[in-house]
């Protein structure tokens, strides 16, 4: 997570969502930097609600918006199972080796989710805590240059991403009706993300 106090902004991370390459390049710039370890790095909005929201309350001006970037669902579950087929991962609970991802994807689908498979959502993440606000503004990881290009304008400078956290490829071939499944049990998910395609405000 990081806050820009003269543009009001903050920008939230989700994982597998391209944060860690702007981060990166957004970190000099930012009057508060939280990451490292993922607890920290990743704040949900319901956490920054209870915990941040209050400590940057006390700057005087306008309220901080708040921005996070989503990514398409498919592609984001496909990118926790490669994360999670590196051979570094082989023989632990979270490992995909030897896991097609139909079988992933079954599981994840599943009332009983394994470890490799126990994912939440980004509709989830992105959930405010009771009684307060949610994100202001929702760029699409796959429109990354958007969010550079809003993120160079707030803090008048340019910017450059480097590619970090690069997986391994592999087949994400679904069968139909488990991909009909899917996009069914994440309906608030390609919800949240196909807004997130409009203008920014």
Same mark, same amino acid.
């Given at each position: 997570m990081?806050? +820009?106090v003269a543009p009001r902004l903050v920008l939230l991370s989700i994982p597998k969502t391209g944060t860690t390459a702007l981060e990166a390049a957004l970190a000099p710039r930012?009057?508060?930097?939280l990451r490292s370890r993922p607890e920290i790095k990743h704040l949900t909005m319901?956490?920054?609600n209870l915990r941040i929201a209050p400590l940057l309350g006390k700057i005087p001006g306008p309220r901080f918006r708040v921005a996070a970037i989503m990514r398409e669902p498919l592609s984001w579950?496909?990118?926790?199972?490669?994360?999670?087929?590196?051979?570094?991962?082989?023989?632990?609970?979270?490992?995909?080796?030897g896991i097609s +991802?139909?079988?992933f994807i079954q599981d994840y689908l599943s009332d009983h989710?394994?470890?490799?498979?126990?994912?939440?959502?980004?509709?989830? +993440?992105?959930?405010?805590?009771?009684?307060?606000?949610?994100?202001?503004?929702?760029?699409?990881?796959?429109?990354?240059d958007v969010a550079l290009r809003f993120f160079e304008d707030a803090l008048k400078t340019p910017l450059?991403?480097?590619?970090?956290?690069?997986?391994?490829? @592999?087949?994400?071939?679904?069968?139909?009706?488990t991909a009909a499944r899917l996009r069914e049990a994440l309906a608030e998910?390609?919800?949240?993300?196909?807004? @997130?395609?409009?203008?920014v405000p």
């Open positions: 990081l806050a +820009f930012a009057e508060m930097v319901g956490q920054y579950l496909g990118s926790w199972y490669r994360y999670r087929l590196r051979p570094q991962n082989a023989g632990k609970p979270n490992s995909t080796v +991802f139909e079988g989710r394994p470890p490799y498979a126990a994912l939440g959502r980004q509709s989830g +993440f992105l959930s405010p805590a009771a009684g307060a606000q949610g994100p202001d503004i929702l760029f699409q990881y796959e429109q990354m450059k991403l480097k590619r970090v956290n690069v997986s391994p490829t @592999a087949d994400l071939t679904l069968e139909p009706g998910d390609y919800a949240l993300w196909e807004s @997130a395609a409009r203008p």
